[in-house]
């Protein structure tokens, strides 16, 4: 088969510069402007290659939506403020965030929405459902003004780097172009850096004492939206939710992965065409919080957050108008989002909020 313009693309950038690091790999297969996955597609829903919380049910929006106005309230009700989004997928999580902040007036007539996002698939489906936001490409471009920002499933696009331990120290792990590999059909493998990292300060710290054999993975793009997030909350106040699957505590391992039409599928195998995610590590987020002058809170698993905003009152309620069928739809969606071996326990919730703000609900 020959490998679309992306693969040939990205081999001839191997070919004549060598081996790229897996950031930048990932970094052209998701974003690059013309042939990146998330340029060329709409990969949300039963039809695409995966599914998200918000389209699994209008109960996850709603509820982020009480969240963020009792967060709004808590501090004051600040008048002017940014409600922002990062990677808003569809637009569906914040038409069902909308919807419950009626509940709230004020809110709701004061909320300038702002959205991140790159995708002009997506922007266009977002501009059908929330035809009253601004667009931006990158985060730096929101207004300076009090924030209360959600992110679900975003910080898992962004490209990571990947260290292996070695006898020679930490090397870095990167995409080369394997044997037999022409320009029609180039093949990807994984190599490692010749050279170890002069020091190991930029990973994790619970992995720098790893034994040898070890995965230690960092995203800098990740650390860079955080640091923007944590400035703004502590300048101007706010709050920011991210929900995100990934683990609370820094760990060496593997995360990198594909998934393509619901399968997993191989990374480094047509770049363009599935989805490549890796796991949040939360532990270093916050961290990078903190040290920006922000409090970091959580995180909480995703089912116990959600159980605590009052989730099951909520299907309860959707219950009483809905029909058998409908009904048993809405118990399936509940377990979804909050079973332990579903998407409750892998997926995590962890706030910001500028430095002795109330405590945020749920944490
Ligand atoms: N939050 C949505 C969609 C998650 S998929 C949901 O829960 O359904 C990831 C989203 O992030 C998509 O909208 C994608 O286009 C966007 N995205 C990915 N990388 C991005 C980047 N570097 N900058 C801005 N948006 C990005």
Not at 139 to 144: H, M, N, V
Not at 293 to 317: C, M, N, S, W, Y
Request: aromatic residues 6%; contains cysteine; negative net charge.
């Amino acid at each position: 088969m020959t490998a679309g313009p992306l693969s040939r693309l990205i081999a001839r950038m191997i070919a004549e510069t060598g081996p790229m690091p897996l950031d930048h790999y990932m970094a052209m297969a998701l974003g690059h402007p013309k042939l990146g996955y998330y340029m060329t597609r709409d990969p949300l829903g039963a039809l695409g290659d995966f599914t998200t919380a918000p389209e699994v049910s209008q109960m996850f929006g709603e509820l982020l939506g009480l969240w963020i106005a009792d967060a709004w309230t808590r501090q004051g009700a600040p008048v002017p403020f940014v409600l922002a989004e990062l990677g808003p997928g569809r637009g569906t999580l914040m038409a069902d965030l909308l919807r419950a902040l009626r509940a709230v007036p004020p809110m709701l007539e004061a909320a300038q929405i702002h959205f991140v996002e790159t995708s002009p698939v997506l922007k266009a489906a977002q501009k059908e459902l929330v035809p009253q936001a601004t667009w931006h490409d990158r985060i730096d471009s929101l207004p300076q003004e009090p924030l209360f920002l959600i992110a679900n499933e975003f910080l898992d696009a962004l490209p990571i780097r990947q260290f292996v331990r070695t006898a020679r120290g930490w090397c870095e792990r990167h995409v080369a172009l394997g044997a037999g590999s022409t320009e029609d059909a180039p093949r990807f493998v994984s190599v490692l850096s010749p050279t170890p990292l002069p020091s190991d300060e930029i990973l994790p710290k619970a992995v720098r004492a790893a034994p040898a054999g070890s995965i230690a993975e960092i995203s800098l793009a990740s650390l860079a939206n955080i640091d923007e997030i944590a400035t703004r909350l502590r300048d101007h106040g706010g709050a920011a939710l991210i929900v995100d699957y990934g683990h609370a505590r820094s760990a060496a391992g593997d995360t990198l992965q594909a998934v393509r039409a619901h399968q997993f599928a191989d990374p480094f195998d047509a770049p363009g065409e599935a989805d490549i995610t890796a796991h949040v590590d939360f532990e270093t987020l916050a961290e990078a919080a903190r040290r920006a002058g922000a409090t970091a809170h959580g995180p909480v698993e995703q089912g116990e957050f959600l159980r605590d905003l009052g989730i099951d009152t909520r299907a309860r309620k959707l219950k009483t108008h809905a029909n058998e069928e409908q009904g048993r739809e809405i118990d399936a969606a509940l377990k979804r989002l909050t079973a332990r071996d579903e998407m409750g326990s892998l997926f995590k919730a962890m706030a910001l909020t500028a430095p002795g703000a109330p405590e945020p609900a749920g944490f």
